[in-house]
């Protein structure tokens, strides 16, 4: 069995390629019922209107992840990261 981490860090990394690729399918079965999304203007997305804009294909290519820190609290982890794309 992998350790929480590693299984946290493959976790976004399949986050960033399903935002890559609008895998609506895959974001489906990985988003929690009350996931939230924070847009760069400070809306939120919940999951449904998060689903709804992932089907629109996406105008950005070369995204990435850098300085990925992940806090394990129990059963909770956060993921916090900063992206860039072009």
Known sequence: MKPALDCLLDLNRDYIRAVETSDVSRFAEILADD???SQP???LLD???FLRHTAAPVKIS???A???KVRIMG???IIHARTTYT
């Open 75 to 77: 059963d909770v982890a």
């Open 35 to 37: 996931f939230l999304c």
């Open 62 to 64: 070369n995204l990435e």
């Open 41 to 43: 203007d400070g809306s």
């Open 66 to 68: 850098h300085d990925v």
């Open 47 to 49: 999951r449904e209107a």
